[in-house]
């Protein structure tokens, strides 16, 4: 199917919007599916008597594994193929296995079940930011990127939230008889229930039109592998300096997110029920003001001609992170833990859209899904699949106790934040010397 091209005028500013808004709820539906599980580590736990690790096992290896083996080729596609039916693909593919996890009765069942969220999910990001790159110029890119990485946050805490109060409705280790299933769990039925809505919003993603391709190389055809890995090559510090940066980054996050409800009951005795509405609410309000405000930060640095003002932004917070990240799980009370985990939700959300866009800006349109693909092949084996599995290799045989939780998060975030910082201070230097060499670089006049 041919796909059309320009180099003119960019698509008008509420159907640019619309897809951002649209991309958006589709990574919002993602993060409750990924996110659901965090909510539910104990009740799973303690249902399929298994351990942290088997859990981290769960929650990122089962997942990462067919998300990167996914990733690349659908991204390969996405650089010549309609994005916006392959983000619906993807929508419709995750959502049907959340709601199968709903069905598993063992550890081995509900991994396989985990395998198809990430390959579903592995679909959605690449393809989505190529099509902001092109519905967006370069000076709103970051602010768009923002309203999308809103969604981890939108998503996130809808997991928690609905997550607690189905808990409060259905206790997740009580017994109910579902009709057609029979006899199931409180955790089943949370599965059940937050799988089911992506498989609408599949079909109204094919209300957003697929815009036209601009940009340099837009002309040209997905270019072969050899030609990509030469372009990542001349600016290899900007390519990996950013995507190690986020992916340390990241590791921080999906570590500490993956455990924080279980940290929470563990050392302040608080309930599921408890734990979604407080963290639920920290994570919507604190997550959504960062990725807005840092996105539309990082726009207004562009917009002023200011090189690396996508990249001035994200440093802020990955400097701020640290001392937040480490401290936490050191809190004497609920209240104190709770109110600098919102510090760190609005903090890691603020680095967001400046970071993804400057990958964008210093790539060609037809490698922009490809690399798109691996930076979240980074992100993801790193941050996604490492930082859960960190904290429960810290916790079972470093410490050899559960309780030892608090430990644990902050032994890895001393390490892994400061990282972060390092990688991208590289990146940076890279990503300035990118956007002086390209000519595609120049900013609306």
């Known amino acids: 199917m041919a796909e059309s091209t320009t180099t003119g005028t960019w698509p008008p500013a509420r159907q640019a919007w619309f897809a951002a808004f649209m991309l958006a709820a589709a990574n919002t539906f993602a993060f409750v599916d990924r996110q659901a599980l965090a909510l539910l580590v104990q009740p799973i736990k303690e249902d399929l008597q298994v351990s942290d690790t088997a859990m981290s096992l769960l929650y990122g290896l089962s997942f ?24 619906a693909a993807a929508i419709f593919i995750w959502s049907l296995a959340t709601a199968l996890c709903g069905l598993a009765r063992s550890f081995g069942m509900l991994f396989i079940a985990r395998i198809g969220v990430g390959a579903g999910e592995g679909g959605l990001s690449p393809a989505a930011y190529s ?28 997991a928690l939230l609905l997550g607690g109060l ?28 937050l799988g089911l809505p992506g498989l609408l919003l599949s079909a109204l993603m094919l209300l957003v039109p697929e815009p036209p ?21 001349r600016h290899w510090q900007a390519y990996v300096g950013i995507s190690l940066g986020f992916a340390l980054m990241i590791l921080v996050g999906n570590a500490t997110g993956a455990w924080i409800p279980a940290f929470l009951e563990r050392k302040f005795g608080l ?10 609410t920290i994570t919507a309000v604190c997550g959504v003001s960062g990725t807005l405000i840092g996105g539309f930060a990082a726009s207004a640095l562009r917009r002023r001609g200011i090189a690396r003002g996508n990249l001035y932004a994200a440093l802020f917070g990955f400097i701020s992170l640290i001392p937040v990240t480490i401290l936490f799980p050191q809190m004497p009370t609920a209240a104190l833990s709770l109110a600098l985990i919102g510090a760190m939700n609005f903090l890691a959300g603020f680095n967001f859209g400046g970071g993804l866009a400057a990958l964008q800006e210093i790539t060609p349109n037809r490698m922009r899904a490809s690399v798109s693909a691996g930076y979240m092949l980074i992100v993801n084996l790193i941050g996604a699949a490492g930082g859960p599995f960190a904290i429960a290799l810290v916790t079972d045989y470093w410490y050899g ?38 000519a595609d670089a120049v900013l609306p006049a």
């Open 131 to 158: 099509i902001l790159s092109d519905y967006f110029p370069k000076h709103r890119l970051p602010a768009a990127m923002g309203v999308y990485q809103m969604g981890i946050y939108v998503g996130g805490a809808a």
């Open 401 to 438: 106790d559960p309780q030892a939780l608090p430990a644990a998060i902050t032994l890895v975030c001393a390490i892994a934040s400061p990282l972060s910082v390092a990688a991208l201070l590289l990146g940076m230097r890279g990503y300035g010397r990118a956007i002086a060499a390209s």
């Open 166 to 193: 189905l808990a409060t409705v259905v206790p997740p280790s009580s017994i109910v008889n579902v009709p057609l299933i029979g006899e199931t769990k409180g955790w089943h039925i949370a599965f059940l229930m």
């Open 213 to 233: 391709r601009r940009g340099e190389g837009v002309h040209a055809p997905s270019p072969p592998f050899p030609v990509l890995f030469a372009h990542i090559a």
């Open 271 to 280: 309930t599921t029920a408890q734990i979604g509405g407080l963290y639920g």
């Open 64 to 87: 990462t594994m067919f998300y990167v083996l996914v990733g690349i080729p659908v991204a390969r596609l996405a650089d010549r193929a309609n994005r916006r039916n392959i983000v």
